[in-house]
């Protein structure tokens, strides 16, 4: 297969993408002096935009992109900038895509304080178009991924989670967004409800096997492409599915074993341990099988649509997603 | 005029209040056994819930309380107590209500994320009850609530502020949220659009009045009863109405040489010499008379309301606000 990239797959949608740009910024304006200052740095970030385009590709599978597409690309990328600026202040993170995060520049309060602004004024553009379908959506995701992220860290100090546990948490904290993108996309392009519930499973299934990918790259991820040491996750203590596949797989005493590793996780040697661990009960083999199997899902999802080169591109996001390296 | 307090002014909905606990509670429950424990832990801090007092005398007053007016004042209660626990973080605050604040019993990281979730649930009862309506006017009060502080923040840098910043920035963060809980009340109760701006300018009014008052007692008030010591805005660079006041009736000369104290504001005897000027310029008496102004303004919103106990008892709130000592 031809190596994709996001340039390649947002073809399709190329001048809607710069319509949404010019929208997006134009959302972004506050009489404000402070919070126009850090909106602006933000635009300078250049996030990835992957939301916006999984909104605009689903509209455009399900019909055609509207006003409504782009207000809902704009609800889903505020959303999404507001989580990660609360994200960096929790972890005190001092970068954000090459950039000194929100809060390495303008402090704590600053940053708390723009994230509940950029989630508002995403409702309010919502609120206003009158698009309420959206507005329920997008509030039981907000509630859902902050339950996931506190699931997660209820598990992380226990270190008892199964592959039940890390399926909700994963779907919760990073699935439930993507599924909302495509979902509100369908919504604005078709009333036909099949159409929508295809599209949010479809995106549910992506976050899920995108989610998976993550974690392995946490096992077997080149540092100096993915720009952070591996067995990060290992360090925080995050147990992902590569480590509860070998942890179930090995016998009691060196499941435990392990698991004392990780509590004193701050040696080198002690991550090496582990990683090894992962690899010698195929953990990341199996991690990555289902990983493939979420990915065959979500393209199934997209049977029920015409064949269309958006549709093309949603398959050959499935694949990057699967095959990225970093 | 008889010394009133919270508990003689909610009588006229004592009832009703015992109802309001109750369904604020449940709304409170998750599944997720983390966010259960933090709920529980804020309900037992026992907040004064001013908030839904307002939303619920005020829909008493405009007609009648219904399921409508409950729900509003979940909304309101849910969308203050994430605005508390986001404040503590960016305050770095040990205590709340007398007990260890959700940061410093669980970390930054729960907090953060606690305040998302708890917004976001009290967005999710506005969507689930389809009251748009409420969701309009709390979006738009949230986006007030965090620009009013961010603009309080740029010009807490800069130290240059003046009278008319400063209602722009009381009545962003502190009356927007007021009036919200008393045009939400009104909302819920009647159709009458005449009732829902009165009552919307009542609790305007009233915020900006609880707000002044607020301001003033970092300089008046015994610290035995308010619980910090006085000057502690001017410690933070919080320019308010007082000094305000009195850095304009003061000579140039005058006014730059307390500028200069206020930067260099460590010192205990500095404190002293500012708030000897602002009572040497009268800054107090005149906050006090904008203030009284503001209760008028207040009380003359009520007048095209029939005469109840519950619109005395939201009278009886306004002399309360004008009159606290802490």
């Known amino acids: 297969?031809?190596?994709?990239?996001?340039?390649?797959?947002?073809?399709?949608?190329?001048?809607?993408?710069?319509?949404?740009?010019?929208?997006?910024?134009?959302?972004?304006?506050?009489?404000?002096?402070?919070?126009?200052?850090?909106?602006?740095?933000?635009?300078?970030?250049?996030?990835?935009?992957?939301?916006?385009?999984?909104?605009?590709?689903?509209?455009?599978?399900?019909?055609?992109?509207?006003?409504?597409?782009?207000?809902?690309?704009?609800?889903?990328?505020?959303?999404?900038?507001?989580?990660?600026?609360?994200?960096?202040?929790?972890?005190?993170?001092?970068?954000?895509?090459?950039?000194?995060?929100?809060?390495?520049?303008?402090?704590?309060?600053?940053?708390?304080?723009?994230?509940?602004?950029?989630?508002s004024r995403g409702l309010l553009i919502a609120v206003e178009g009158k698009?309420?379908?959206?507005?329920?959506?997008?509030?039981?995701?907000?509630?859902?991924?902050?339950?996931?992220e506190l699931l997660q860290i209820k598990k992380t100090k226990k270190l008892d989670i199964d592959e039940k546990t890390y399926f909700k948490i994963i779907s919760d904290k990073t699935a439930s967004l993507l599924s909302t993108c495509c979902e509100i996309g369908a919504l604005s392009a078709s009333a036909n409800s099949e159409y929508q519930n295809a599209m949010h499973n479809f995106g549910e299934y992506l976050g899920i096997a995108f989610q998976i990918r993550d974690d392995i790259l946490d096992y077997v991820g080149s540092s100096k492409i993915i720009g952070k040491p591996l067995g990060g996750d290992i360090k925080e203590k995050k147990i992902t599915l590569p480590l509860i596949y070998a942890l179930n797989s090995a016998t009691e005493k060196e499941a435990s074993n392990i698991i004392k590793l990780i509590k004193k996780n701050k040696k080198r040697e002690n991550i090496s341990e582990i990683l090894t661990f992962v690899k010698k009960f195929n953990g990341i083999e199996y991690a990555n099988s289902v990983a493939l199997e979420y990915s065959y899902k979500a393209k199934q999802m997209l049977e029920i649509f015409p064949t269309s080169e958006s549709k093309l591109a949603l398959e050959a996001l499935v694949d990057f997603v699967i095959e990225r390296k970093n």
Chains 1, 2 share one sequence.
């Open 131 to 148: 698009d309420f379908d959206f507005l329920k959506i997008v509030t039981d995701t907000v509630k859902r991924m902050s339950e996931g």
């Open 1 to 119: 297969m031809l190596k994709t990239n996001l340039t390649q797959i947002s073809k399709p949608i190329k001048s809607e993408l710069i319509r949404f740009n010019e929208v997006f910024k134009d959302s972004l304006k506050s009489k404000v002096g402070l919070v126009d200052l850090v909106t602006k740095y933000i635009l300078k970030q250049k996030g990835k935009k992957v939301r916006p385009l999984l909104v605009l590709l689903s509209a455009k599978v399900a019909g055609g992109i509207n006003d409504r597409s782009y207000r809902g690309a704009i609800l889903v990328e505020l959303l999404h900038t507001a989580t990660l600026v609360h994200d960096d202040v929790v972890d005190s993170a001092e970068k954000r895509r090459g950039m000194p995060s929100i809060n390495a520049v303008w402090k704590n309060k600053v940053a708390v304080l723009m994230g509940d602004y950029l989630l």
